[in-house]
């Protein structure tokens, strides 16, 4: 009857209560199985982007390391984001402000401190040198594109090994990505990435005490505007 208030709905019952209980909890099991490895540890007041392990820079361990940027795995993971930028009109390149876009994602979902501004400067620097000195080159190949994110996962992991790497990358696509209505993958908005917390998926992480207060020469370039090389979250 026209006017007249709708019935109040009925207070959840205990099953319906229940079943919003257990899919809050299966929600935290899937985020926690998203935070990345240097996110389950406690490492004191500093930042992970602000710290390093000199023992990494030695020659053999940079071999190591560079030697896992030509594994399949790695690649394969790597490839994921490529597949979801959108190209020029050639199909094989993307443009610089695709490149921005996809790095200010992976910065918000890194980083805590997230600004809107640092990030773009980040990105632009990013860009410069991924594309290898070309200059001010416009686009990027898919070769630059997937180096990077390599370099990214080399930077923002705890051990070295091609399950730690591909594994990072894999979480980094699914924390930056989501299926549309149409059942495809696509980039998120910016406003929905963010970076986890263990209070938020009950984790308790933790202490790590092997990891050095100071930053290695090669995890955080003295007088770079971005500490670390790639694409952002201090590169990231």
């Given at each position: 009857m026209l006017g007249r208030q709708p019935p109040a709905s009925p207070a959840p019952d205990a099953d319906e209560r229940r079943m919003w209980k257990e899919l809050e909890d299966i929600e935290r099991n899937v985020q926690r199985e998203l935070l990345f490895a240097f996110e389950t540890i406690v490492t004191g007041n500093i930042p992970y982007y602000e710290q390093g392990n000199k023992a990494y820079d030695s020659p053999d361990?940079?071999?190591?390391?560079?030697?896992l940027y030509g594994h399949e795995k790695c690649l394969e993971a790597a490839r994921r984001f490529w597949t979801l930028l959108e190209k020029d009109r050639g199909g094989s390149r993307i443009t610089k402000q695709e490149y921005v876009n996809a790095h200010q994602l992976m910065n918000?979902?890194?980083?805590?401190?997230?600004?809107?501004d640092r990030s773009l400067e980040l990105a632009l620097h990013d860009f410069e040198r991924d594309c290898k000195g070309r200059?001010?080159?416009?686009?990027?190949?898919?070769?630059?594109?997937?180096?990077?994110l390599l370099e990214l996962a080399d930077l923002w992991t705890l051990e070295i090994g091609w399950r730690e790497y591909a594994a990072f990358l894999s979480k980094l696509f699914l924390r930056i990505t989501e299926v549309n209505e149409e059942g495809n993958r696509e980039f998120k908005h910016i406003d929905d990435v963010k970076p986890l917390t263990?209070?938020?998926?009950?984790?308790?992480?933790?202490?790590?005490?092997k990891l050095l207060d100071e930053p290695s020469h090669d995890q955080h370039h003295d007088n770079d505007p971005n500490p670390n090389p790639n694409p952002s979250p201090n590169n990231p």
């Open positions: 361990i940079k071999r190591e390391r560079e030697e918000k979902a890194l980083r805590d401190d997230f600004d809107q200059g001010k080159a416009a686009v990027m190949s898919e070769a630059e594109y997937v180096e990077g263990t209070d938020e998926v009950d984790f308790k992480p933790p202490r790590d005490e």
